[in-house]
């Protein structure tokens, strides 16, 4: 995928090493919104930083592994949703997302989250995606609910943060939901 209009003035693009600038500037605006809800390896602090996950996430999509797409809106990187775990000898993905403050609540991750279902279990054929958020994040859990997942469990105290540890939500899709959903 080059480039996908979401809807006017929002393209979701692949998040590659040579954005690394852009991906750093973009982390400075949102590092303190998303920190407590993305992995610490995630949350870089630096250009270097930036550009060492860009190259990881690079040769992962190389592998056909997971993948890296960010959401611009009006030329300005503000978000990005991902293939947290891609496994076609699986069938399955788990899909992820994060915004900057000044994105949120535009239906953006729902929107780039469902171009992402449609890819995995419509084009690749995988057979499940699963979508994975502390329990106490509303927002999180609300994308998984319109995008036509299932809450499928609980994972007690199994993020830790902040010297605290909290629960995990587990929802997922099946493809033949997502192709009944979609119809």
């Not at 390896?41 to 060492?52: E, H, N, P, S």
């Amino acid at each position: 995928m080059l480039s996908l209009a979401l809807r006017d003035g929002v393209q979701l693009r692949a998040l590659e090493v040579w954005h690394a600038q852009e991906f750093a500037a973009h982390l400075d605006r949102a590092r303190e919104h998303i920190r407590p809800w993305v992995g610490a390896a995630f949350v870089t602090d630096d250009v270097d930083g930036a550009r060492a996950t860009l190259g990881r996430y690079g040769a992962s999509r190389a592998a056909d592994g997971a993948r890296l797409y960010g959401i611009w809106r009006d030329g300005v990187l503000v978000g990005g949703v991902m293939y947290v775990e891609f496994s076609e000898a699986l069938g399955s993905c788990e899909i992820g997302c994060w915004l900057e403050p000044s994105a949120v609540g535009q239906g953006l991750v729902t929107t780039a989250c469902g171009a992402l279902l449609d890819w995995a279990l419509a084009s690749r054929g995988l057979h499940r995606a699963e979508w994975h958020c502390r329990a106490d994040n509303a927002r999180s859990s609300a994308v998984a609910g319109r995008l036509g997942m299932s809450l499928e469990g609980v994972r007690r105290e199994s993020w830790p943060y902040g010297g605290r540890r909290y629960d995990t939500q587990l929802w997922a899709i099946l493809a033949s939901e997502h192709a009944r959903a979609s119809a």
